[in-house]
């Protein structure tokens, strides 16, 4: 019961773009407050990509961009590699679930 | 470098309770809050709540309130999260992560996976 919602699935052939859409409300991303994101490779723990809704952490590639308006985000990634195959969650904060962070529902970025 | 390294992974029957542990090194303990965030199998991240290893408070995903326990012993730089009156349902990998004042997570444990099956 997510509050964030991003789409099942994207895919790409290697060296294209894809971006992930994440929708939120007048309560969370809406609200002015920040999207993170992050990666997830197949069987390993979640690692940040994105904070503050574009900064990318040391050792991102710039590949990976964020940017946010209204009530969603959405993250992109150009140049497209084998390796970016994974799951992508937003990350947010909603203040009408007290003190509650919030992830998105979770994208699945499929390399083709 | 900062590490998170989790306690080993649990079998529990229904009913039953689990205590997970997270041991923080490369940093000060008492500087960044630790959450916990689960992931059934095939599902997405789910947060359940926050503690200040400095002042010991908490907040708990209303979800988890009354059944969810986060506490610390700042002496070994360690954190747990005890969840009881387990139900299959809470079969996930449970994870813990260092957040800081932007509101991420920015470093994580390997994740414990916690099994409840009768």
């Known amino acids: 019961q997510s509050v964030l919602t991003q789409p099942p699935s994207v895919s790409g052939a290697p060296g294209q773009r894809v971006t992930i859409s994440c929708t939120g409300s007048?309560?969370?991303?809406?609200?002015?407050?920040?999207v993170h994101w992050y990666q997830q490779l197949p069987g390993t723990a979640p690692k940040l990509l994105i904070y503050g809704n574009s900064n990318r952490p040391s050792g991102v590639p710039d590949r990976f961009s964020g940017s946010k308006s209204g009530t969603s985000a959405s993250l992109a990634i150009t140049g497209l590699q084998a390796e970016d195959e994974a799951d992508y969650y937003c990350?947010?904060?909603?203040?009408?679930?007290?003190?509650?962070?919030?992830f998105g529902t979770g994208t699945k970025v499929t390399v083709l | 470098q900062v590490q998170l390294v989790q306690s080993g992974a649990e079998v529990k029957k229904p009913g039953a309770s689990v205590k997970v542990s997270c041991k923080a090194s490369g940093y000060t303990f008492t500087s960044y809050d630790i959450n916990w965030v689960r992931q059934a199998t095939g599902q997405g991240l789910e947060w359940m709540g926050w503690?200040?290893?400095?002042?010991?408070?908490?907040g708990y995903a209303q979800k988890f309130q009354g059944r969810v326990t986060m506490t610390r012993n700042t002496s070994i730089s360690t954190a747990y999260m005890e969840l009881s009156s387990l139900r299959s349902e809470d079969t996930a990998v449970y994870y813990c992560a260092r957040g800081n004042n932007w509101g991420l997570f920015d470093y994580w444990g390997q994740g414990t996976l916690v099994t409840v099956s009768s």
């Open positions: 503690m200040n290893p400095n002042s010991g408070n908490t």
């Open positions: 990350q947010s904060y909603d203040s009408s679930l007290s003190g509650s962070r919030v």
């Open positions: 007048s309560s969370n991303i809406g609200a002015g407050y920040d």
